[in-house]
T-cell receptor, first 113, second 113 residues
Framework: RKEVEQDPGPFNVPEGATVAFNCTYS??????FFWYRQDCRKEPKLLMS???SGNEDGRFTAQLNRASQYISLLIRDSKLSDSATYLC??????????????FGSGTQLTVLP | DTAVSQTPKYLVTQMGNDKSIKCEQN?????MYWYKQDSKKFLKIMFS???????INETVPNRFSPKSPDKAHLNLHINSLELGDSAVYFC????????????FGQGTRLTVV
């Protein structure tokens, strides 16, 4: 089983649609969770951190369910500029050593005019 | 100012050659990483290093070796390059504290011919 698994996608949605991405992780000792965005031929950049209580940043809402080891990202009123690959990222330490960020394989989103 | 910079941006080389990719961060972070993104766009960690400890992904061939002259630099040396090494290599840095994001360099697109 992969450490971090995401919806394979791709997702093609019209402008203004609401789209949700899901992610599960296998390491119950994982400490931090993030959603990153990667544009074509660019480096990944942080979209938002994910907190246990859930958090919102404008049109983006992230949720974390530690019991189910499940993370989600909801994008409302999608824009053309939201087209990118969204990466679920989990931070954990192996045997108490320095932490590592483990990336999911990413979900590609295309917002259509 | 660029937070994480890596050079070169593009590298085309022949099989069997030895090459290096340089990475520098000016964020004062204590942990640096190397990731490989293959043709399927999957980001996989190769190394993490926090000037006390080097963690090597066991799947990484020993032809790959990280070199850290100081906290701000983590270079990647690759010996005896193979066709399968062609990928985009990303350097990143973060603080070891759990809930902090990682910042990525722009990537080095390596093509082995």
């Amino acid at each position: 089983r992969k450490e971090v698994e995401q919806d394979p996608g791709p997702f093609n949605v019209p402008e203004g649609a609401t789209v949700a991405f899901n992610c599960t992780y296998s390491n119950s000792a994982s400490q931090s969770f993030f959603w990153y965005r990667q544009d074509c031929r660019k480096e990944p950049k942080l979209l938002m951190s994910v907190y246990s209580s859930g958090n919102e940043d404008g049109r983006f809402t992230a949720q974390l369910n530690r019991a189910s080891q499940y993370i989600s990202l909801l994008i409302r009123d999608s824009k053309l500029s939201d087209s990118a690959t969204y990466l679920c990222v989990v931070s954990s330490s192996r045997d108490g050593s320095a932490r590592q960020l483990t990336f999911g394989s990413g979900t590609q989103l295309t917002v259509l005019p | 100012d660029t937070a994480v910079s890596q050079t070169p941006k593009y590298l085309v080389t022949q099989m069997g050659n030895d090459k290096s990719i340089k990475c520098e961060q000016n964020l004062g972070h204590d942990t640096m990483y190397w990731y490989k993104q293959d043709s399927k766009k999957f980001l996989k960690i190769m190394f993490s290093y926090n000037n006390k400890e080097l963690i090597i992904n066991e799947t990484v061939p020993n032809r790959f070796s990280p070199k850290s002259p100081d906290k701000a630099h983590l270079n990647l040396h690759i010996n005896s390059l193979e066709l399968g090494d062609s990928a985009v290599y990303f350097c990143a840095s973060s603080q070891v504290a759990a809930n902090t994001e990682a910042f990525f360099g722009q990537g080095t697109r390596l093509t082995v011919v």
